[in-house]
């Protein structure tokens, strides 16, 4: 028990005889280590933010979205296709096994007007299964029913900064509003969910889908289809993602007469491809946060083997006289080593509280989400500690194999 006590002795007592430059050294581990857990920490909450944000509209959701065409030879945009149609969206429904719900959408921004208040909006027409397919939820008043879409009823539901833009003082249900040229009676105000894959629903205004064909000049393709911006399917398992995909592409080819070797028209993309990709982006940008705020461990690491070197220089004629009473090259370069390790291992534990106490008050600030997290913590003091026993050792290395006799000569 002493062989393994009398490093950790010996090097205590080298570091409370030199407190200044005991803290000096430690100051540029905790600045390291918390620069690496503040950063780190900002990435993963980002992380943590965005996908439980996709999440929350449930992992079952898939969407399509117009693809690319070519038109005079020229390759269009992705997006840019006026190829999906109210028609697919019914097939789809009636014809892909394994689909709750489907619920094409289409969009526009529209300036919406209430007596003196008014506000650029983004205007949807959707079906009546838009709410559950998107997760959605009511906070006041009532969605609209299979009758109102039938009927093309002038009836909306809107986001929660809707209504309160544009009735700070009052119910927004039951109230009249001008969208563009047209008069539309607000029957619901949706809960607020904030920016979602599908875009800032709270700044949204949601009709029936038929009423919003009449008002922007029912836009077919040549065939007759009625034209729609996009189309989200509900699932029955998130597990069949794939079955369903590719059979729902199976059928738009089809139904888009594309022949064998020509691309889609179309895109399907299902909510775990899109969280896989975040979470690959958000990972990437955390490490580059992590690589550049690891530089200043670096630099406290090598203030951690400058100090030592200038320990064994004060200490020559100490460790001569160890040496010269049997004390092995081991126990000499176990003693540094070990002074090194405390220093680093102190620094990296004030570090991870510091790192701490700015992720809280980053968090608190709201401009940024941040999440410290275990392996965060882990992570840092790891490295910490590595750092300071990889530049500790030359130090170490070089007071044991100092000739005992010639130490003894040093002043």
Do not use: C
């Amino acid at each position: 028990m002493r062989k393994w006590f009398e490093p950790v002795s010996t090097a205590w007592l080298g570091i409370v005889t030199h407190k200044l430059r005991s803290f000096l050294t430690i100051l540029g581990v905790v600045i390291g280590v918390g620069a690496v857990i503040a950063l780190m920490s900002i990435g993963k909450g980002a992380e943590h933010s965005i996908i439980s944000n996709i999440q929350s509209l449930g992992a079952d959701l898939m969407f399509i979205r117009p693809g690319a065409t070519t038109e005079s030879g020229v390759r269009t945009a992705v997006g840019s296709a006026r190829t999906l149609t109210l028609e697919d969206a019914n097939a789809i429904a009636a014809e892909v096994p394994d689909v709750v719900a489907v619920a094409p959408s289409l969009g526009t921004a529209l300036q919406v007007v209430y007596s003196g208040q008014n506000m650029r909006a983004q205007v949807q027409g959707v079906t009546p299964d838009y709410l559950y397919v998107y997760n959605l939820e009511i906070a006041s008043g009532r969605f609209f029913t299979e009758y109102d879409y039938q009927s093309s009823a002038r009836i909306a539901v809107v986001g929660a900064n809707v209504a309160t833009t544009l009735f700070p003082d009052s119910d927004a249900v039951g109230q009249p509003v001008r969208a563009g040229n047209y008069i539309i009676r607000i029957v619901g105000v949706l809960a607020s969910k904030g920016t979602s894959i599908t875009g800032q629903t709270d700044d949204a205004i949601l009709m029936p889908l038929s009423t919003m064909q009449i008002m922007t000049g029912q836009q077919k393709t040549a065939r007759g289809e009625r034209i729609v911006g996009s189309i989200g399917i509900k699932v029955t398992n998130q597990n069949l993602s794939p079955e369903v995909k590719e059979a729902v592409s199976e059928l738009l080819r089809f139904r888009h007469q594309l022949g064998p070797g020509v691309d889609n028209d179309f895109t399907i993309t299902s909510l775990e491809e899109i969280i896989s990709s975040v979470s690959g982006v958000i990972n990437q940008m955390t490490f580059l946060l992590g690589a550049i705020a690891a530089i200043s461990l670096v630099v406290g690491g090598i203030g951690v083997m400058n100090i030592m070197l200038v320990s064994v220089v004060e200490r020559t004629r100490e460790i001569g006289i160890r040496k010269a009473l049997g004390a092995k090259e081991w126990d000499i370069w176990g003693q540094f080593l070990t002074e090194a390790a405390m220093l680093t291992f102190t620094g990296g534990i004030f570090g991870v509280a510091g790192g701490w106490v700015v992720s809280y008050f980053v968090n608190r600030s709201g401009l940024v989400p941040a999440l410290v997290t275990a392996d965060i913590v882990a992570l840092a003091v790891s490295v910490a500690i590595g750092i300071g026993l990889f530049f500790g050792f030359y130090p170490a290395w070089q007071a044991s194999r100092l000739n005992p006799i010639e130490a003894l000569r040093a002043e």
